[in-house]
């Protein structure tokens, strides 16, 4: 089956309230990008006016220090989008966005959009919710960063992986895949040795237990919870 952008774009969050002319009027807009693994899509400081809405696959948001280190900011999945704040505040782009698996993007130009979000208040406040959102999770990553050691920062990162990706069951477990110990570390602000030392810890006390599937952990998420209450 020929799967039309309309037909992709009609799963977007941010497209959820336009009825299906209005669908139609975007879809001519946006064009699809296919970007292979671990290619950058766009880079930081460099001019951007367009949107990249994820269609399928994963991207990291990156952003490196003077020395070269990697900060991974965010990781976006389907349904996301990137590329919002330089098309609108006409700045260079705040991050360097790099596909973690073989991603397909609808992909719109500023001169496009604008018009549209005008239209659509409902668009434009999407935009916005999710621009708190990414605020507030960048706010509560640093605020870890500057106040937990590295294992408490790990306790709080899995909870929210859990919460987003899987779901509890009555006993408080969940199962997932978890990022790689170096994307774990370079977005907790540590190395990869210590996020490998904090997982072992884990997987001793049995917090951390292997999964059924390929690549799958299960997490004692109520034991989290509490260890990082005590903390606090
Ligand atoms: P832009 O600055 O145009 O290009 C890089 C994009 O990365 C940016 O738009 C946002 O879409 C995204 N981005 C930048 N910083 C963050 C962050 N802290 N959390 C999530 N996404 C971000």
């Known amino acids: ?134 605020l507030r999770r960048t706010s509560r990553v640093l605020g870890r960063i500057s106040s937990m050691d590295v294992p408490h920062r790990l306790y709080a990162y899995l909870i929210e992986h859990c919460q987003r990706f899987s779901q509890q069951d009555s006993e408080g477990w969940c199962t997932t895949v978890l990022p790689t110990h170096q994307l774990l570390a370079d977005q907790l602000s540590t190395s990869r040795e210590t996020i490998s030392r904090a997982i072992s810890a884990l997987k001793k006390k049995e917090i951390l237990v292997q999964g059924n599937g390929r690549g799958q952990m299960r997490v004692d998420v109520d034991e989290l919870e509490c260890m990082l209450e005590d903390f606090e």
Do not use: C, W
């Open 1 to 134: 089956m020929n799967i039309t952008m309309n037909d992709m774009l009609r799963k977007i969050p941010l497209f959820s309230e336009l009825d299906e002319d209005e669908l139609q009027a975007v879809a001519a807009l946006a064009n699809r990008i296919d970007t292979p693994k671990k290619n950058i899509v766009v880079q930081e400081d460099e001019p951007g006016e367009s949107l990249y809405i994820i269609l399928s696959g994963e991207v990291k948001v990156s952003s490196y220090t003077m020395d070269g280190r990697e900060i991974v900011l965010a990781l976006l999945g389907k349904g996301s989008f990137f590329g919002e704040m330089s098309l609108l505040d006409e700045e260079p782009r705040s991050a360097t966005v790099t596909t973690m698996q073989d991603s397909k993007f609808a992909h719109i130009r500023r001169r496009d959009l604008v018009p549209l979000l005008l239209k659509q208040p409902a668009i434009t406040l999407k935009f916005l919710a999710d621009a708190a959102a990414r």
